[in-house]
Structure formats: structure tokens, C-alpha cells
């Protein structure tokens, strides 16, 4: 903002902004916008780096403690008891893993949609019955065959969703991919961003279509955003 409002003053000195008709105006805040875009996108790129090289240095027996912890949070919490159709994600590499979460939910008797990629930004949720359901996909991750059933994301209850890291205001910076971010408002299911708590951020720059979280569940904490 503070960009757009020096940009703009540096425009209104050399133009006169009350020459301007309203379709320049328009204009003129329209470029301002899309600077100011641009900039932060580069500002997560930069962040997103960071962060996934410090994940990937973590110590091993940290990540698989702190994941353990974290799926016992997640099994204690009543909008998990209570949910009956579930979207989770499957995990990779450094993420929070999900396997076994995935396993117990099937042996609960829940309905459980797993993420499939179709063509850039654009994610189905897709039921499976069985872990045997997955196979490799895109980028390498475990994603549901094409045979299996297509959920409407409305019907869903909880979304359990990944990141690379989390503030504690609920910003999720994600892959840069954009498949949350179109996959989400299609729901209103609440959502669960599994965070490890060293991965936890003070503050993670936010962008128009970025959705906010419902609950951050680290090996520490369970909180609300602030």
C-alpha cells in the first residue's frame, strides 16, 4: 500500500491526478496495483525459497516426532471427530505427513478426498476407499487414480491442508502453484493447516486471492489465527 500511495503521489506531481478523467484514473490505479502485485510475488518466491531449504535441513527425527504429535492434535480435535467427509492432502517429502491420518480416517468409516491435479492451478477432490487407490502423478505425488469418484467440494466438512510454512495470522505460503487458492472458495469446509512449529512464521506477506485458515495445528500448539 505504501508503495501504491508514493507511486501515486510521484504521478499526481508530474500529471496533476485532478486533470485526470476517470477512466485514466482508473488506469493509472490499475498499473499501480499490478506493480505492487508483482512485487510481492517476488517477495514470496524469495521467502518460499528460504523456507523449504530450512524444512529440508530440519533433523529427521525432529520432522517424524513432530509429525506424530501432530497427528494426535488432529485426531483430539472435535472438528475432526465430528467431520464426516474429509479432504486431506497426501503428503511429500518434507511436509507434515499424512499416511497414516489418511489410514485412520479410512478405518473410522469417514469419506476421504484426496487432492487430484488436472490441468495448472486446478484440483479435483477425488474419494477413495483404499490407500491402494494411489498412484504417482503430478510431480511425483501420490495422487487417486481417474477412476475414482469426483466430490463436490461443497459437500465437504474439513479440508486438512499442507504448506511450506504458516503465520501465525493464518497466512499460508504455499508452493506458488495456485491450486488452493482456486480449490478452497469452492467450499465451506472448515480448514486445518498442518504446520511443524519450527516452520511457523511471524509474519508471511498475504495476497488478495490468498485464503485464510480456520485452525494451525503445530506438535505444540492448536490455535485460532490471530
Known sequence: KEYGRLSCLR??????????????????????YKENEK??????????????????????????????QILECVKSLELYRQAHRIFCYVSMAEEVDTRLLLE???????????????????????????????????????????????????SLDLCVIP????????VRLGYGGGYYDRFLPETRAKRIILCQEQMLCEKIPAEPHDC???????????????
Not at 533433523?59 to 516426532?65: G, L
Not at 479435483?124 to 495422487?143: F, H, V, W
Not at 504448506?163 to 493464518?170: D, K, R
Not at 485458515?213 to 503445530?218: N, P, S
Open 104 to 154: 485412520e480416517m479410512l478405518a473410522e468409516g469417514k469419506i476421504v478426498a484426496v487432492p487430484l491435479c488436472r490441468e495448472k492451478g486446478v484440483m479435483e477432490a477425488r474419494q477413495i476407499t483404499s490407500m491402494d487407490q494411489l498412484k504417482p502423478g503430478a510431480y511425483g505425488i501420490l495422487e487417486p487414480k481417474e477412476d475414482t469418484e469426483k466430490l463436490d467440494p461443497d
Open 11 to 32: 504521478f499526481c506531481g508530474r500529471s496533476g491526478w485532478k486533470e485526470l478523467s476517470d477512466d485514466r484514473r482508473y488506469a493509472v490505479v490499475r498499473e499501480l
Open 163 to 170: 504448506c511450506v510454512a504458516c503465520s501465525l495470522s493464518g
Open 212 to 226: 485464510p485458515m480456520d485452525l494451525i495445528v503445530t506438535e505444540e500448539q492448536v490455535c485460532e489465527p490471530v
Open 39 to 68: 512485487d510481492l510475488a517476488a517477495e514470496k518466491k524469495k521467502l518460499r525459497q528460504g523456507l523449504k531449504q530450512k524444512r529440508k535441513n530440519l533433523p529427521e527425527s525432529y520432522r517424524h516426532q513432530a509429525d506424530r
